[in-house]
Nanobody, 123 residues
Framework: QVQLVESGGGLVQAGDSLRLSCAAS????????MAWFRQGPGKGREFVAS????????NYANSVKGRFTISRDNAKNTVYLQMNSLKPDDTAVYYC????????????????WGKGTQVTVSS
């Protein structure tokens, strides 16, 4: 079955950087878009970034544009999220996601989710 395993979260200070990784298995990785979502304390799930199958098409939430970069390595079945200039508002559990159906920015329609990795940014 499809498995998505996130790693790389942690506790950092405002202005620091982190790189999240998501290792995928059970699917032909190069055939799937990949996305990152997050859910902060007391907040709903929020789209962060997505990347097309070849990596040439990327999209970002306005709140992270210019600070976060999504990338993928199809040879390693892994998608990354480089997060720079982190802010306390970026504190959330970050989830890796993918699927084959139509989906929206709330994550409705996404078929496969990882269990998430916690990112905490202190001020």
């Amino acid at each position: 079955q499809v498995q998505l395993v996130e790693s790389g979260g942690g506790l950092v200070q405002a202005g620091d950087s982190l790189r999240l990784s998501c290792a995928a298995s059970g699917l032909t990785f190069s055939g799937y878009f990949m996305a990152w979502f997050r859910q902060g304390p007391g907040k709903g799930r929020e789209f962060v970034a997505s990347i097309g199958r070849t990596g040439s098409n990327t999209n970002y939430a306005n709140s992270v544009k210019g600070r976060f970069t999504i990338s993928r390595d199809n040879a390693k079945n892994t998608v990354y999220l480089q997060m720079n200039s982190l802010k306390p508002d970026d504190t959330a559990v970050y989830y890796c996601a993918t699927g084959t159906r139509v989906w929206d920015l709330s994550g409705n329609g996404i078929e496969y989710w990882g269990k998430g990795t916690q990112v905490t940014v202190s001020s």
